[in-house]
T-cell receptor, first 113, second 114 residues
Framework: GNSVTQMEGPVTLSEEAFLTINCTYTATGYPSLFWYVQYPGEGLQLLLKATKADDKGSNKGFEATYRKETTSFHLEKGSVQVSDSAVYFC????????????FGKGTKLSVKP | DAGITQSPRHKVTETGTPVTLRCHQTENHRYMYWYRQDPGHGLRLIHY???????DKGEVSDGYSVSRSKTEDFLLTLESATSSQTSVYFCAARPSGQPDQPQHFGDGTRLSIL
């Protein structure tokens, strides 16, 4: 079946450190892949997306590349800020046009000044 | 985002009582979703709707029902609440169209069942 596995947290980094949050997936066909971010007390917001192999999604300094050969969609940022502290979710669309998503369990990131 | 409002934002109730959560959207999106968020589980889909009066079950639908009588409103009902349904509930909406269209989320309802 379809599934998403992302690295367990929490992750604690110092400001300006490099961030990687690993995400791998299992799916039939060619799902669209997403990273969402959740700030404390809020709902999820789309961070970036990719729809086909080798696509790179990017936003706010974050990047992720759709790697079909390794079934991965790792999230990276070169220099994190305190304001990046949040929970990050990897997700895949398994529902085609209906857009049903399967989410990873989330990775909590804390960035210290 | 996509004008999604959830009500109430917080609710405390007792086991065995009925509970209805409301999701209202202002963007005329066709698809709407209800999720629950629990530690160690991420978000799990409860029910979704693909149009007025068109709904279907998600991964964790037992004990929940939904209704959508208008495009803008999607109601989630716990007929007889249990402590295992204590959770944070999120509604989302999405326009019809391409599979890469993202879902837009409300700010959640924190439900405690004592």
């Amino acid at each position: 079946g379809n599934s998403v596995t992302q690295m367990e947290g929490p992750v604690t980094l110092s400001e300006e450190a490099f961030l990687t949050i690993n995400c791998t997936y299992t799916a039939t066909g060619y799902p669209s892949l997403f990273w969402y971010v959740q700030y404390p007390g809020e709902g999820l917001q789309l961070l970036l997306k990719a729809t086909k192999a080798d696509d790179k999604g990017s936003n706010k300094g974050f990047e992720a590349t759709y790697r079909k050969e390794t079934t991965s969609f790792h999230l990276e940022k070169g220099s994190v800020q305190v304001s990046d502290s949040a929970v990050y979710f990897c997700a895949l669309n398994y529902g085609g046009s209906q857009g049903n998503l399967i989410f990873g369990k989330g990775t909590k990131l804390s960035v210290k000044p | 985002d996509a004008g999604i409002t959830q009500s109430p934002r917080h609710k405390v109730t007792e086991t065995g009582t009925p509970v209805t959560l409301r999701c209202h959207q202002t963007e005329n999106h066709r698809y709407m979703y209800w999720y629950r968020q629990d530690p160690g589980h991420g978000l799990r889909l409860i029910h979704y709707s693909y149009g007025v009066k068109d709904t279907d079950k998600g991964e964790v639908s037992d004990g929940y029902s939904v209704s959508r009588s208008k495009t803008e409103d999607f109601l989630l009902t716990l007929e007889s609440a249990t402590s295992s349904q204590t959770s944070v509930y999120f509604c989302a909406a999405r326009p019809s169209g391409q599979p890469d269209q993202p879902q837009h989320f409300g700010d959640g309802t924190r439900l405690s069942i004592l």
